[in-house]
C-alpha cells in the first residue's frame, strides 16, 4: 500500500512507537537529530546500531529482528542497498504496520514485497519533514 495522500501521512504519523534502523548516536547526524526531534514530539524511538549500546537514553538493538519492544514504524537510515533486509526483518515481525525510508532512500522491489505483506510503505520522505508539514 504505497502511501501517498496527506491524510495517510497524518494517520501514519499518529503511530507513536518507531523503529530507527541505523540511528546515530552522533549529534549532528540526520540519523541523531531527526530521531531526537521525534523523541521530543512524543514518539517511542527504539535505536536499532549494532556499533552503540544507547542511543538517545535509549538501549539499542543489533537489528530489528531482535527488539523486544512493540513497534509501529520501522524508520530506515541505511543505504538503499540495505532496504530488502530490513524490509525482510520487517516483514517476519507480527508489529511493524509501515517501512518508510528517509530521504534518498528507496527500493522499489522491497516496498512491493512490504506492500504484499500488508505493509504501508513510505520511500524518500523525511518523517521531521512530514511531521512539521502535516501536524
Known amino acids: 500500500m504505497p502511501v501517498e495522500?496527506?491524510?495517510?501521512?497524518?494517520?501514519?504519523?499518529?503511530?507513536?512507537?518507531?523503529?530507527v534502523v541505523g540511528c546515530s548516536g552522533t549529534a549532528g547526524k540526520d540519523?541523531?537529530?531527526?530521531?531526537k526531534y521525534l523523541q521530543e514530539h512524543g514518539y517511542d524511538v527504539t535505536p536499532v546500531n549494532p556499533f552503540a549500546e544507547e542511543v538517545l537514553g535509549e538501549r539499542a538493538y543489533d537489528s530489528l529482528s531482535e527488539v523486544e519492544e512493540e513497534i509501529d514504524v520501522v524508520n530506515v537510515f541505511?543505504?538503499?542497498e540495505?532496504?530488502?533486509g530490513i524490509v525482510d526483518q520487517a516483514v517476519e515481525r507480527d508489529d511493524?504496520?509501515?517501512v518508510w525510508t528517509?530521504?534518498?532512500?528507496?527500493?522499489?522491489?522491497a516496498a512491493e514485497?512490504?506492500?504484499a505483506a500488508g505493509?504501508?510503505?513510505?520511500q524518500d520522505r523525511c518523517m521531521k519533514v512530514e511531521h512539521q508539514r502535516l501536524r
Open 5 to 19: 495522500s496527506d491524510a495517510e501521512l497524518r494517520e501514519l504519523l499518529g503511530l507513536r512507537r518507531i523503529a
Open 31 to 35: 540519523a541523531h537529530e531527526i530521531p
Open 78 to 80: 541505511r543505504p538503499s
Open 82 to 84: 540495505e532496504v530488502s
Open 96 to 98: 511493524a504496520k509501515v
Open 102 to 109: 528517509q530521504l534518498g532512500i528507496r527500493d522499489d522491489e
Open 113 to 115: 514485497r512490504a506492500e
Open 119 to 122: 505493509l504501508h510503505v513510505v
